[in-house]
């Protein structure tokens, strides 16, 4: 599929091949009846960049990739529908739950093969020196930024999450300067309201750190650093394992880079009266 080459190869493209690519993923069906040079113009390239763009990709030229598109390769589905069918085929093998569980874990391995440790050691820091951070995520990513707001606030503390339902985002982002760190978290369907957030912010002098599915993904264009996860051959559910470990090695980045503000949230945390909070362990 185009979608899974542009993604794996996306940060080896030129600035230009990046253009054409951002450019035939909002637009695929114009690649059926529009020549190379048309769609140079569209995406401001040059004919020769798009044909270079296909060479990158490993297609044999502009005539390939409409051939392979005419074929019907690229067949759109929306998330749930790849999600019931990536269960379907699983349902026929025996150890159902087993093989679901097993089907995570070789997408993880293949999250892992694709990180990009000079950003997440970018993001880390930034996040460790930040004053504020602020945790952005609508619709699906909500749960992971309810999450990942609150254990930075455990192991670094002032970080906040962004309530749509009840936070005003003007009044959040009226404040937003270099000093903060906004964290946006966007899969698909992409949420606008993310997207204009982060924009926002980012005018404002905040560093925006975007966690994404997709180097190609809206939020990419108005995030500092991009941190993703390839969820291309997968449903956005099927993308949670993955998402959840690359926040948790960024977590573990923070920590490691603030040990000492670490130890002062430890025991401060640790000296808490939590006999009314928890069940107390007799064992």
Not at 166 to 193: C, F, N, P, Q
Not at 208 to 217: H, K, N, R
Not at 225 to 248: C, G, H, Q, R
Request: neutral net charge.
């Amino acid at each position: 599929m185009l979608e899974e080459r542009i993604r794996s190869r996306f940060h080896q493209l030129t600035n230009g091949q990046k253009r054409v690519a951002k450019y035939l993923l909002d637009h695929p069906e114009e690649l059926v009846v529009r020549s190379a040079a048309d769609i140079g113009n569209a995406a401001g390239v040059s004919e020769t960049t798009v044909i270079r763009f296909c060479h990158a990709l490993h297609y044999s030229g502009y005539a390939e990739l409409q051939k392979q598109i005419r074929q019907g390769l690229i067949q759109p589905k929306s998330g749930l529908e790849k999600y019931r069918a990536s269960k379907q085929d699983l349902a026929t093998q025996p150890h159902f739950y087993a093989q679901v569980m097993r089907k995570d874990l070789s997408n993880l391995e293949r999250a892992i093969a694709q990180i990009r440790e000079k950003d997440l050691d970018v993001a880390a820091r930034r996040i460790a020196e930040a004053g504020r951070v602020v945790v952005v995520g609508m619709r699906t990513s909500y749960a992971a930024a309810h999450w990942l707001s609150f254990i930075l606030n455990l192991v670094r503390g002032n970080t906040r999450l962004y309530r749509p339902d009840t936070d005003d985002i003007l009044e959040m982002t009226a404040d937003a300067g270099s000093e903060d760190v906004w964290i946006a978290i966007s899969l698909h369907r992409y949420a606008k309201a993310t997207i204009q957030i982060a924009e926002r912010v980012g005018q404002k002098g905040a560093f925006v750190i975007g966690l994404t599915d997709s180097p190609v993904a809206p939020l990419s264009d108005v995030s500092d650093v991009t941190l993703t996860i390839d969820s291309s051959p997968t449903s956005t559910i099927d993308a949670a394992p993955m998402l959840f470990s690359l926040m948790n090695a960024l977590v573990s980045g923070v920590v490691i880079r603030d040990r000492e503000r670490f130890e002062r949230r430890r025991a401060a945390y640790d000296s808490t009266q939590m006999e009314d909070l928890f069940v107390q362990e007799e064992f």
